[in-house]
Nanobody, 114 residues
Framework: VQLQASGGGLVQAGGSLTLSCAAS????????MAWYRQAPGKQRELVAL???????EYADSVKGRFTISRVNAKNTMYLQMNSLRPEDTAVYFC?????????WGQGTHVTAPA
């Protein structure tokens, strides 16, 4: 599974961005897909995940502001980010857990200056 993340950029605090993660093949059977982020000088952290049955989980810091989704027909996962805060500034990575293996896409930068 190869993953390609896109959609990052510079946005004012309070603004919105949508990240996309396109997979090289079908994501229908992938158990869990997720978004992680890593801010400068900090460890990578889980932002949100979505299972194959559509169930989702979010980090407390993004609940109510971010929405994760997946469109199996397009082999794509999304992260809709609203009400962005300076503390959301980070490199965002998409992840897929399939057949006991973790797959990572390259990061996409999100910057929301104060």
């Amino acid at each position: 599974v190869q993953l390609q993340a896109s959609g990052g950029g510079l946005v004012q605090a309070g603004g919105s961005l949508t990240l996309s993660c396109a997979a090289s093949g079908s994501i229908f059977s992938i158990n869990v897909m997720a978004w992680y982020r890593q801010a400068p000088g900090k460890q990578r952290e889980l932002v949100a995940l979505i299972a194959s049955d559509g169930s989702t989980e979010y980090a407390d810091s993004v609940k109510g502001r971010f929405t994760i989704s997946r469109v199996n027909a397009k082999n794509t996962m999304y992260l809709q980010m609203n009400s962005l805060r300076p503390e959301d500034t980070a490199v965002y990575f998409c992840n897929a857990f399939h057949s006991l293996t973790n797959y990572w896409g390259q990061g996409t930068h999100v910057t929301a200056p104060a």
